[in-house]
């Protein structure tokens, strides 16, 4: 196996942008490539203002102005970095398909194909191949198969090397991680590929953190843990509703049973809903597989997890609507946050985006604000759904700069995320500024009961009566 100084990731997103970031900090012998068929965004990660990024992630930026330029490239020649490189990240997007068959459940493989067909295009010497984005399983093997029939000769590797990192805490998961997870052939050259990967983390965390596994166990693993994680907040999710109706208090349940250390602390806190570009296909994939091998009870108990998410979303709208007199159609309503989670600008599967949907679908006059999330972004978002116009989406939901004006005359604000900042406004002088009565909807539990009630609000929070 020839000595690691050059790698190759395809795909400058969530996943590999940070990825690469840290790995080349990290690792100064090594030149790491990132690579993007999008020319805008390749563009925007070689902005001299490193306020531009196109992902925002404490402490990025720092890593970036430390090895951007010195062993860390990003580059729109994809081909050349591919040449180049003894190992290549895939890292580019896999959403849910679309259309088709397993539309709606199974991921969409195009671009992890075209990467492979791209490799085996370009390669002229061995490499390892390593797949990094969120992969059903099964994935690494088709990738061997279109490089296994080049008919030129180069011998590829294929790993799995699934990304467990948070958004929004992703570079400390990085520096961090609980463990690394390697999957890949036990033959001699597959074990060799499997430790020059290993060297890699090895430059900055232990070895007893590095697990090596098949490529099988590896692949899944990640949707397992992915839909336990998922499948905790839909759990506490689903008692917020029971304490609703009684004088159970959810935060008193999470501290309960997170004492015992079989269940542990940590993911028990109620929410409108979990969202990410993870959870939920990550769920749809493992219900699609295990229903693609008949196993129709291990499908549904999976399924069940989305299920009670998109509850706790239509129940946290339909709250709202029954709140302000069973009709919203013509009011205000002044979401505080769009991001699926505080500290990134990621929106994808975001809770606010189906909450709006269904006040729009009543009619109300929706206000977003969130701190870093683009006006454009949010209009995406809506326009994906696809429920009305284009133009009747921008009729409907404006998208402001201003938390504090964004109150004005409102009749109800939704907390949707849980940025820190909403927790530091003045929130008597919002009061003062709302229709009265004011309504609040703490989507996130990030108020002051008490505090808010004082303050003369009509206050709602997830999982309290
Ligand atoms: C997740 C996994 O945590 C990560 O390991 C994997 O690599 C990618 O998917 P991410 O989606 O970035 O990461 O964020 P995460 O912190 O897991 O939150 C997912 C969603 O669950 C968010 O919408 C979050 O608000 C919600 N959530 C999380 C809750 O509602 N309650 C909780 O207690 C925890
Ligand atoms: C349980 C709770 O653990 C305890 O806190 C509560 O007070 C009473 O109920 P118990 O039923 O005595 O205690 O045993 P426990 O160790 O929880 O096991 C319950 C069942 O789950 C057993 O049949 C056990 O074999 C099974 N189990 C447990 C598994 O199959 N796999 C596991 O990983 C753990
Ligand atoms: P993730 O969260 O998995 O990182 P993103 O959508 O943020 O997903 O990033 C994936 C990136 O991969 C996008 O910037 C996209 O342009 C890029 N990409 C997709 N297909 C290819 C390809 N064949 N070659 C190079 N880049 C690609």
């Known amino acids: 196996m020839k000595k690691i100084t050059k790698i190759c990731c395809i795909g400058a997103g969530y996943v590999g942008g940070p990825t690469m970031s840290v790995i080349a900090n990290k690792c100064p012998h090594i030149a790491v490539t990132v690579v993007d068929i999008n020319e805008d965004r390749i563009a925007q990660w070689n902005t001299p203002n490193l306020d531009n990024l196109p992902i925002y992630e404490p402490g990025l930026k720092e890593i970036i102005r430390e090895s951007r330029g010195k062993n860390l490239f990003f580059s729109t020649d994809v081909d050349k970095a591919i040449d180049e490189a003894q190992m290549i990240f895939i890292s580019v997007n896999t959403p849910t398909k679309t259309y088709g068959k397993g539309k709606g459940q199974a991921a969409d493989l195009k671009f992890v194909e075209l990467c492979a067909r791209n490799i085996a295009k370009v390669?002229?010497?061995?490499?390892?191949?390593?797949?990094?984005?969120?992969?059903?399983?099964?994935?690494?093997?088709?990738?061997?198969?279109?490089?296994?029939?080049?008919?030129?000769?180069?011998?590829?590797e294929i790993l799995s090397n699934p990304e467990f990192l948070a958004e929004g805490t992703a570079i400390?998961?990085?520096?961090?991680?609980?463990?690394?997870?390697?999957?890949?052939?036990?033959?001699?050259?597959?074990?060799?590929?499997?430790?020059?990967?290993?060297?890699?983390?090895?430059?900055?965390?232990?070895?007893?953190r590095i697990l090596q596994t098949n490529?099988?166990?590896?692949?899944?693993?990640?949707?397992?843990a992915?839909?336990?994680?998922?499948?905790?907040?839909?759990?506490?999710?689903?008692?917020?509703?029971?304490?609703?109706?009684?004088?159970?208090?959810?935060?008193?349940?999470?501290?309960?049973?997170?004492?015992?250390?079989?269940?542990?602390?940590?993911?028990?806190?109620?929410?409108?809903?979990?969202?990410?570009?993870?959870?939920?296909?990550?769920?749809?994939?493992?219900?699609?597989?295990?229903?693609?091998?008949?196993?129709?009870?291990?499908?549904?108990?999976?399924?069940?997890?989305?299920?009670?998410?998109?509850?706790?979303?239509?129940?946290?709208?339909?709250?709202?609507?029954?709140?302000?007199?069973?009709?919203v159609s013509g009011k205000?309503?002044?979401?505080?946050?769009?991001?699926?989670?505080?500290?990134?600008?990621?929106?994808?599967e975001s809770a606010a985006i189906h909450i709006a949907d269904a006040l729009m679908d009543e009619r109300a006059e929706i206000v977003v604000y969130d701190?870093?999330?683009?006006?454009?972004?949010?209009?995406?978002?809506?326009?994906?759904?696809?429920?009305?116009?284009?133009?009747?989406?921008?009729?409907?939901?404006?998208?402001?700069?201003?938390?504090?004006?964004?109150?004005?005359?409102?009749?109800?604000?939704?907390?949707?995320?849980?940025?820190?900042?909403?927790?530091?406004?003045?929130w008597t002088k919002i009061y003062e500024l709302m229709l009265k009565p004011a309504f609040i909807f703490?989507?996130?539990?990030?108020?002051?009961?008490?505090?808010?009630?004082?303050?003369?609000?009509n206050y709602y929070k997830i999982g309290e009566a």
Not at 124 to 138: G, N
Not at 218 to 224: D, G, N, Q
Not at 286 to 294: D, H, M, N, Q, T
Request: charged share 30%; aromatic share 10%.
């Open 123 to 156: 390669a002229k010497e061995d490499k390892i191949v390593v797949e990094k984005s969120t992969l059903p399983v099964r994935t690494a093997e088709a990738i061997k198969n279109i490089l296994d029939h080049t008919g030129n000769g180069v011998v590829f």
């Open 172 to 208: 400390d998961d990085l520096l961090n991680a609980d463990r690394v997870l390697i999957g890949g052939d036990d033959t001699p050259a597959g074990k060799a590929a499997k430790n020059a990967l290993s060297d890699i983390y090895e430059n900055w965390l232990p070895k007893e």
């Open 215 to 224: 490529v099988w166990s590896s692949e899944l693993s990640k949707l397992v």
């Open 226 to 327: 992915n839909a336990f994680l998922a499948q905790r907040v839909s759990s506490i999710n689903s008692i917020s509703a029971l304490c609703e109706k009684t004088d159970a208090n959810i935060a008193e349940i999470s501290r309960a049973i997170g004492f015992d250390s079989r269940i542990g602390p940590k993911f028990l806190n109620a929410s409108v809903g979990f969202g990410g570009s993870c959870f939920q296909k990550d769920i749809l994939n493992l219900v699609y597989i295990a229903r693609s091998f008949g196993l129709k009870e291990v499908a549904d108990y999976w399924e069940q997890v989305i299920i009670m998410n998109d509850y706790q979303k239509r129940r946290f709208a339909d709250h709202i609507i029954q709140s302000l007199y069973n009709t």
């Open 332 to 348: 205000k309503i002044v979401l505080y946050g769009w991001a699926f989670k505080k500290d990134t600008n990621d929106t994808r």
């Open 371 to 426: 701190p870093k999330v683009s006006e454009e972004r949010i209009y995406a978002d809506l326009d994906y759904l696809e429920t009305r116009t284009p133009d009747e989406n921008r009729t409907l939901l404006k998208v402001v700069s201003n938390p504090m004006e964004a109150s004005r005359e409102a009749h109800g604000i939704a907390v949707v995320t849980e940025w820190d900042e909403f927790k530091s406004y003045d």
């Open 442 to 457: 703490d989507g996130r539990r990030i108020l002051d009961t008490q505090n808010m009630r004082q303050i003369g609000f």
